[in-house]
């Protein structure tokens, strides 16, 4: 088993900066696809950003250029770096991971982009 606890989410003003982090009960180095998702409100999840064991990233359309995935594996964590913010990606933020088949989730953490 995986357990995932995200942290660094908050209120941030349009053109504002966050790095949101992914702690894992088990070193990344051991987790195989990882990901970011978000979710807004009426809004179905999805794909922000995802980086594979080897580090080779993909990113979705509508945060190319401002979100940076990275993952720490020498350590536990998984990060998102977050530049230009802007109020449409207002949501909360899932990090997941992949470990021998099965899928993990964390429980979310909020980002709100507001002036």
């Known amino acids: 088993q995986v357990q995932l606890v995200e942290s660094g989410g908050g209120l941030v003003q349009p053109g504002g900066s966050l790095r949101l982090s992914c702690a894992a009960s088990?070193?990344?180095?051991?987790?195989?696809?990882m990901s970011w998702h978000r979710q807004a409100p009426g809004k179905q999840r999805e794909l922000v950003a995802t980086?594979?064991?080897?580090?080779?990233?993909n990113y979705a359309d509508s945060v190319k250029g401002r979100f940076t995935i990275s993952r720490d594996n020498a350590g536990n964590t998984l990060y998102l770096q977050m530049i230009s913010l802007k109020p449409e990606d207002t949501a909360v933020y899932y990090c997941d991971a992949h470990f021998y088949g099965l899928q993990y989730w964390g429980q979310g953490t909020q980002v709100t982009v507001s002036s």
């Open positions: 088990r070193s990344i180095s051991m987790l195989g696809r």
């Open positions: 980086i594979a064991s080897g580090g080779s990233t």
